[in-house]
């Protein structure tokens, strides 16, 4: 059974293969992936949870009833990070950028059956990471941090009912598959070594509703959650190799609001809040190898906050900017030099263009800058996996993100390429 998991979860990673096993530092807090909708790139992601284009539904699957015949979204975003690295002691080095570019993929599908019951899939990346120090670096040879990967790729079966004008309500169930490969980790007895393609398949649920009290006024509420993986591979050790199993790689669950308010006719003002539970991800336990091998992490919960808005220029261009505040789940009591992630903010614009009554384009972008990020070795109050090492990081990332939309069947409407997706 192993065997066959494992066969199936490597043929998923090669038939993604565009997808995060290369994407550098994380975009949505510690190693969550936010890159899910170039419509929601184009204005921080303020007010997904409430609906505006297919892909909301990543962020509230109840949002599927705006879908009108058959609908379909592609998504691809390419992340150009820079994370610089320094360290400050025992021995001054600068490590250099540890991230890389990287595109990102996602797909949305929407089908409406009849008035009241729509079906949605989506497929994307909820969470991925890759830092590398060459090989080298002072923070490698010493077993802080060689080359760490987390893959994911999910499912996201759903199916939405609409009671009526006012009230959709959605569930869903979400099949994840997840790979992860830690290299340069200092172990107690078995020294510098290396978790290598450990992989695993989890299942959740998402689950969301979607309320419009008045005309021009969308409010939802959008739940994922938790997929608890117990990830198996080979521990290579300075005195052997090892299959172990990982338990406590749980992913966070995450709740998601989101409003989008029409001011006059042609503007709509956005709003978002997101919520996830982070602080689950405290200790992943390698069993297998002679002893018991601690991982400590001690993640607190993130938030994240996003206001925007968007201009019908004309029935056919639509334009959108916005700006977030994101507080990540690191901070200096438990940020590694694995991830040196920290608090950020977003600045995003995008646009979306009706090329036809079927094919419709959005394109966004968005600029992020961390704040100054300090790496506390453990005798000051920082993680035990920082050793006697202390440092800092200088973070920024360019995301630009595009997106092709097609609708066939459904009602014939001049409304703004918003008003349906």
């Known amino acids: 059974m192993h065997k066959l998991k494992r066969h199936l979860g490597h043929s998923v990673a090669a038939a993604a293969l565009i997808a995060v096993t290369t994407s550098s530092m994380a975009h949505a807090g510690a190693f969550a992936l936010r890159e899910q909708s170039a419509y929601g790139q184009g204005m921080a992601f303020a007010g997904m949870a409430a609906g505006g284009s297919l892909s909301s539904m990543f962020w509230n699957p109840a949002t599927l009833s705006a879908v009108m015949g058959f609908q379909s979204e592609s998504v691809i975003s390419y992340i150009a990070p820079r994370s610089d690295v320094d360290v400050l002691s ?20 929407g089908y409406r059956v009849n008035d009241k019951i729509i079906l949605g899939l989506g497929i994307n990346a909820p969470f991925g990471l890759a830092t590398k120090y060459d090989y080298n670096s002072l923070v490698r040879t010493s077993g802080i941090a060689g080359t760490t990967e987390v893959f994911t790729m999910a ?6 009912y609409q009671f009526n004008d006012y009230l959709t309500v959605a569930v869903g169930a979400v099949v994840e598959y997840a790979n992860v490969r830690l290299t340069g980790q200092a172990l107690p007895v078995f020294g510098v070594s290396a978790l290598d393609d450990a992989d695993d398949f989890g299942f959740g649920i998402t689950a969301g509703i979607q309320l419009k009290p008045m005309d021009g006024t969308e409010i939802g509420i959008g739940y994922r959650s938790r997929i608890d993986h117990d990830i198996e591979g080979p ?9 172990v199993e990982a338990d406590g790689f749980d992913l966070p669950d995450k709740v998601s609001v989101g409003l989008r308010q029409r001011i006059v006719d042609g503007f709509r003002l956005t709003a978002g809040l997101e919520w996830a539970n982070w602080s689950r991800f405290e200790t992943v336990t390698l069993s297998g190898a002679p002893a018991p091998i601690p991982l400590g992490f001690e993640y607190e919960d ?10 019908d220029v004309n029935p ?7 700006v977030a505040r994101e507080l990540s789940p690191n901070d200096n009591a438990n940020r590694s030099f694995r991830l040196p992630d920290n608090d950020r903010w977003w600045f995003s614009a995008g646009a979306s263009y009706q090329a036809t009554e079927r094919f419709s384009f959005d394109v966004g972008y968005s600029y992020i800058t961390a704040d100054d990020t300090d790496l506390v070795p453990a005798a000051a109050g920082g993680p035990l996996s920082n ?6 990081s200088d973070g920024s990332v360019h995301i630009l ?21």
């Not at 521990?235 to 299959?243: A, D, K």
């Open 90 to 109: 025992p021995f001054p080095q600068n490590e250099g950028d540890i991230a890389e570019n990287a595109p990102v993929p996602a797909s949305y599908y």
């Open 155 to 160: 499912a996201n079966p759903v199916v939405a």
């Open 235 to 243: 521990l290579v050790t300075q005195i052997g190799t090892f299959n």
């Open 302 to 311: 993130s938030w994240y906050f996003a206001l925007g808005g968007e201009y």
């Open 316 to 322: 056919d261009l639509t334009v959108r900017a916005g």
């Open 387 to 392: 050793g006697p090492f202390s440092g800092t």
């Open 401 to 421: 993100s595009a997106a092709l939309k097609m609708k066939f069947g459904g009602p014939r409407t001049e409304e703004p390429i918003v008003a349906k997706y």
